[in-house]
């Protein structure tokens, strides 16, 4: 498809980010990765370390006739818990931290709104960090669709599971985001 386009975010473990968005209608893959450090190639174990200042992302490519860019950006904040500096839930270390990536201004300028737009929501500040995208690395082949490949993992089940159920996303292949009935503010 010639006309799709891609966005990079982070929001904790990117198993529980993926699962999220290979849901949406439009998004025609979600590839686990490794963002915004300053190790080349890394692997698994460096990101765990902190070293790398890599965070678990995913790699979102996306049909724009079917969804928009600002609609994904609109759910990330609802995906996961933006508030929380370097962690999410049990899962703690900078490779952990809610982090947003742009490609041009104009995009940069979308999840500025994006963000402010969700702020209304929640009662600590939001501490994503929002940044230039330089480099996108894939995870490991293990890592990819781990959550559709391993729905009885004690991680998926304990945290995935939930937030799925959070969302509305609980045995639903596919929905669009206006039919999701998580909170938003417009």
Not at 96 to 112: G, K, T
Not at 114 to 140: H, M, W, Y
Request: charged content about 20%; proline content about 5%; hydrophobic content about 35%.
């Amino acid at each position: 498809m010639g006309n799709s386009q891609h966005l990079v975010l982070g929001g904790g473990c990117f198993w529980c980010v993926e699962a999220v968005y290979e849901r949406i209608q439009g998004v025609l893959s979600v590839v686990a990765g490794y963002s915004g450090g300053n190790t080349p190639n890394p692997t698994y174990q460096e990101v765990g370390t902190g070293k790398t200042n890599h965070a678990e992302v995913v790699r979102i490519e996306y049909d724009p006739d079917q969804v928009g860019f600002r609609e994904l950006v609109d759910l990330f904040w609802y995906a996961h818990d933006p508030t929380t500096e370097n962690r999410q839930g049990f899962d703690v270390g900078t490779q952990y931290r809610s982090i947003i990536f742009y490609q041009n201004d104009q995009e940069r300028a979308a999840i500025e709104e994006s963000k402010n737009r969700a702020q209304a929501d929640f009662s600590d500040p939001i501490v994503t960090v929002i940044k230039g995208l330089e480099q996108f690395f894939p995870a490991e082949a293990y890592h990819q669709d781990f959550y559709a490949n391993n729905p009885n993992y004690g991680y998926c089940q304990a945290v995935i599971q939930p937030k799925m159920r959070k969302l509305g996303l609980e045995g639903i292949k596919q929905i669009s985001i206006p039919e999701m009935t998580f909170k938003r503010s417009e």
